[in-house]
């Protein structure tokens, strides 16, 4: 495999377009934790015009609900929940400035069109790794939601988190591929 | 006969689920380090890794392998000759999992009533717990904390005693097929045949407390264990779902008398986290 890449959060179109799937990348900047009772309230208030907790402007948001920090830590484990849960949200979350997801697992055809569509880029974070992701976080503020504790939503401040593109914007997707290129009769 | 105050096991629980979710077991150690050496896959190599890495990092650092610290499931064989002082046997079970996630900064995944009152009960009560009363003064503790991901892609089947092993096999394969990448391979299959619909999830469950590579004593079921788990291997999900070779590091079945007219079958799939501890009091 070749070196990883090193990129920024935001993210912006022309490296979107620069990620291929299987491209590993180092990760830094200000990202978003968001998962299912997060996604659903972003939803709805996107469709009651209401602004939300974050700009999502070339945002990424990273599905995970971390475990406590112990005193002293900036956060607990924190590795992806799998994200076909967001799937029937995350088009909309595209459509309104979206640009990177971060979990595990396949994405349906619905995201994976609007990932094509508002050109943003989906990367694996590996499930179980989430001590050694957890490393890579550098600060975490909850900034909403705080009543929903582990889904509250946070911002975190990321130094080279380790990620592979897993669907890029060009209907690319990794989990298929892999799996067709090592499957046996 | 033996008296157990029950605050002893409130606090030997207490102790088993902290270890459990911060310190892998030896075995999976050992199997991400085999996974390592036999995967072809590079991606597949890196992510034995990081999990390496990440149970090292664990260990050290004393927080959780996964950031999800699961739905406990307590297995208690206790003791016929064994009396219980002190309170409640389920109350100091419970108490013992409050102690732990709150206390011990781990995860509380629990919702209190799925539907009509979704809200977190805060320490990870109430724990499945499974208490089975067998011949002897010994109280056996083990505590395996369930992730939601790998349970989520688990499947109970009835098929029909005609379906024979070409059926289950099917079934088995089929479930590993369709959880692809979403239950966090490298994975273990337990595999759960006969008994009755709710019997024979819990053999399922109750195969994959076993270490990996420990073969069920009937010879039969051993064979089709290493038969079965070769055909898992060759999907190509491989870890991370990523694509590689190695899908799932182990294949447990256990099994049943079932009746005449039935043939349960159910696949617990358990992900890279296979987190049980275990105690004898």
Known sequence: MSEPIRIEAPLTDDVVKKLKIGTEV?????????????????????????????????????????????????????????????????????????????????????????????????FG????????????????????????????????????????????????????????????? | MKTIEVSEITRVITDLCVKACTVLNADMIEAFKTGLKKEESSVGKAVFEQLLKNAEIAETDGIPICQDTGFTVVFLEVGQEVALTGGSLKDAVNEGVRRAYVDGYLRKSVIKNPLTNPVNTKDNTPAIIHTDIVPGDKLKIKIFPKGGGAENVSR????????????????????VKNAGANPCPPII?????????????????????????????????????????????KLGIGPGGLGGRITAMDLFIEEFPRHMASFPAAVNIQCSAARCKSAIL
Request: charged share 25%; aromatic share 8%; with cysteine.
């Open chain 1, 26 to 122: 180092l990760l830094s900047g200000v990202i978003y934790t968001a998962r299912d009772t997060a996604h659903q309230r972003f939803v709805d208030m996107l469709a009651a015009g209401k602004p939300l907790p974050f700009d999502l402007k070339g945002s990424i948001i990273f599905y995970v609900g971390p475990s406590p920090a112990k005193p002293g830590k900036v956060i607990g484990a924190a590795g992806p929940t799998t994200s076909y849960r967001m799937d029937p949200f995350a088009p909309t979350l595209m459509k309104n400035g979206l640009k990177g997801m971060i979990g595990k697992g396949q994405r349906n055809k619905g995201v994976i069109d609007a990932m094509k569509e508002h050109v943003c880029v989906y």
């Open chain 1, 125 to 185: 974070a590996t499930g179980g790794a989430a001590a050694l992701i957890a490393k890579s976080i550098v600060e975490a503020q909850v900034i909403a939601f705080e009543e929903l504790g582990a889904e509250a939503v946070t911002k975190l401040r990321v130094k080279d988190m380790p990620l592979i593109v897993a669907n890029d914007c060009y209907g690319g997707d990794l989990y298929a591929e892999g799996c067709k290129k090592w499957a046996r009769p």
């Open chain 2, 156 to 175: 109970i089947k009835m098929l029909t005693p005609a379906d024979g092993i070409k059926g289950v096999k099917e079934f088995v394969i089929d479930t």
């Open chain 2, 189 to 233: 299959v337990g595999v759960g045949m006969g008994g009755t619909f709710d019997y024979v999830a819990y053999l399922a469950k109750k195969s994959l407390l076993r270490k990996i590579g420990e073969r069920n004593p009937d010879e039969k079921l051993a064979k089709l264990e290493v038969e079965w788990l070769e055909e898992v291997n």
